[in-house]
């Protein structure tokens, strides 16, 4: 299970309300959340954008996404 996708989708409210926020159907909220093995890059900065950046776009594609080092 997508650890990531599973925290974006409790902050949301539940599958369909993290779709709505991200302008995807809620199967494939349920496809990456129990199949996919990473977060697919076109969507990442929409779940960031749709939990307020509790879930970060390093947490879900460190490959992608380097941590921010300037803090």
């Keep these: 299970m997508n650890i990531s996708i599973q925290k974006a989708v409790k902050i949301a409210g539940g599958q369909s309300a993290l779709a709505r926020k ?3 159907e809620q ?4 496809y990456w959340l129990h199949r996919a093995k990473k977060t697919p890059a076109e969507i990442v ?3 960031e ?3 307020d950046g509790q ?5 879900m594609r460190p490959d992608l996404y380097p941590p921010d080092d300037t803090a």
């Design 45 to 47: 900065l929409k779940i």
């Design 22 to 24: 991200c302008g995807v």
């Design 55 to 59: 879930i970060t776009r390093y947490e």
């Design 27 to 30: 199967g494939y909220i349920w």
């Design 49 to 51: 954008a749709a939990t």
